[in-house]
């Protein structure tokens, strides 16, 4: 145990002086109405010099200093704008809507939500997401399907019917006039109070954001995973898109901890899982195209709609066949090719898994193909995949 360090007090201050405040670096003194800041220097050792010697006029000028300010609600909006563009970010947020002020906002000081909504303090919410390509919502119907279905499961209520919610996204996005970007829109159990129980909640609240991405670009180059040590969600929720993301995160940042992109998950029985939030799909030595079954796992959109191109490449020969299966760690690792599957990635492919380099170390035709053909899709696909944004 290191040894508790010793404060000399400057023999200026041995008459009169009361230590005031405290903090890592300021010592604040104390005398009457003047006032002595000493500042820690950058020495290992425990030595201060005085910085400044205040008189201060009145015991509210110092108030003033040290307490908390008391805000009205648009000093505290002026003070949120100001902290937005104090940092830069590559993430745009354009435009907002809130069922809460039931409408659609396009200042990013405005896009909040209340802190007693059941979302922030118990987790009881559910999400779900869209990509934005010129100017169509890429697969809105079949993101609003589970996002619906996830509410069920998280036992809320929806606020209103399915049209008025779908026509609710596609106007926010109209309003945020963003062509390229994602959609984001959250279902929570309402605010109300701080409860467990929503029992006390006003109803169930509606939220949806367009966000434009400037670091958003779809990549051919592999990517390195790990094995995640953070345990994955019961089946139960992992089913669900909930908003309890914290394995998720967890999970993310060992993987950059450990120099990879993401780590991947294992079921309760020891079989490949997913990642993060993306699925996973493995290209075996007989061309079949295989991913883990969605009875334990979120049933990714994107990753559905490749099983669907994926069909073209059978036609073509590329692939031997497509199928659904509980996969091993030897048999993923064992494959030509392994790709993540995500809205967020699309097709990414996976040159090496822990120590394990996957196939011949370079990114396989068949993810390159995928990837190409799932862009293609965004761009140019059937109204079943594309809903067009009236401008």
């Given at each position: 145990?290191?040894?508790?360090?010793?404060?000399?007090?400057?023999?200026?201050?041995?008459?009169?002086?009361?230590?005031?405040?405290?903090?890592?670096?300021?010592?604040?003194?104390?005398?009457?109405?003047?006032?002595?800041q000493l500042r820690q220097s950058q020495s290992p050792h425990l030595q201060w010099s005085a910085v400044k010697n205040s008189s201060l006029c009145s015991e509210t000028e110092l108030g003033q200093i040290f307490d908390v300010p008391l805000l009205s609600c648009s000093e505290a909006t002026e003070r949120l704008r100001t902290f937005r563009a104090s940092y830069e970010s590559k993430q745009q947020y354009l435009a907002m809507y809130s069922s809460i002020y039931g409408g659609i906002t396009t200042d990013p000081a405005a896009m909040v939500i209340p802190i007693d909504d059941h979302m922030v303090h118990r987790g009881h919410g559910v999400f779900d997401t869209a990509a934005i390509m010129d100017g169509y919502l890429y697969e809105l119907n079949q993101h609003l399907d589970r996002f619906i279905g996830s509410a069920a499961m998280a036992k809320i209520k929806l606020p209103f019917d399915r049209e008025s919610i779908r026509r609710i996204l596609i106007q926010t996005v109209s309003a945020a006039k963003c062509r390229k970007g994602s959609l984001r829109y959250w279902?929570?159990?309402?605010?109300?109070?701080?409860?467990?129980?929503?029992?006390?909640?006003?109803?169930?609240?509606?939220?949806?954001?367009?966000?434009?991405?400037?670091?958003?670009?779809?990549?051919?180059?592999?990517?390195?995973?790990?094995?995640?040590s953070?345990?994955?969600?019961?089946?139960?929720?992992?089913?669900?898109?909930?908003?309890?993301?914290?394995?998720?995160?967890?999970?993310?940042?060992?993987?950059?901890?450990?120099?990879?992109?993401?780590?991947?998950?294992?079921?309760?029985?020891?079989?490949?899982?997913?990642?993060?939030?993306?699925?996973?799909?493995?290209?075996?030595?007989?061309?079949?195209?295989?991913?883990?079954?969605?009875?334990?796992?979120l049933s990714g959109c994107t990753a559905r709609r490749v099983l669907v191109l994926a069909e073209s490449l059978v036609e073509a020969g590329a692939l031997s066949g497509i199928r659904?299966?509980?996969?091993?760690?030897?048999?993923?690792?064992?494959?030509?090719?392994?790709?993540?599957?995500?809205?967020?990635?699309?097709?990414?492919?996976?040159?090496?898994?822990?120590?394990?380099?996957?196939?011949?170390?370079?990114?396989?035709?068949?993810a390159h193909s995928l990837l190409n053909l799932i862009l293609e899709d965004m761009k140019s696909g059937p109204d079943t995949v594309r809903v067009a944004v009236p401008y």
């Open positions: 145990m290191a040894s508790p360090t010793t404060l000399a007090i400057p023999s200026s201050l041995s008459q009169g002086w009361l230590i005031h405040s405290l903090s890592s670096k300021n010592l604040f003194f104390r005398n009457g109405s003047s006032l002595l279902l929570s159990a309402g605010a109300g109070d701080f409860q467990l129980s929503p029992s006390g909640c006003h109803g169930s609240s509606l939220y949806a954001i367009v966000i434009q991405d400037e670091s958003a670009a779809f990549s051919h180059s592999g990517i390195k995973v790990v094995t995640s953070v345990p994955i969600k019961p089946p139960q929720f992992a089913v669900m898109k909930n908003v309890n993301y914290l394995p998720n995160a967890l999970s993310k940042m060992e993987a950059e901890e450990n120099g990879a992109y993401v780590a991947i998950w294992l079921d309760g029985d020891g079989y490949i899982a997913e990642g993060p939030n993306m699925n996973v799909a493995f290209v075996t030595k007989g061309k079949e195209l295989v991913m883990p079954k969605f009875d334990k796992i659904l299966c509980d996969l091993t760690v030897e048999e993923g690792k064992e494959a030509d090719e392994m790709m993540l599957i995500g809205s967020g990635v699309l097709v990414r492919a996976v040159v090496q898994w822990d120590d394990q380099v996957i196939g011949d170390g370079n990114v396989g035709p068949v």
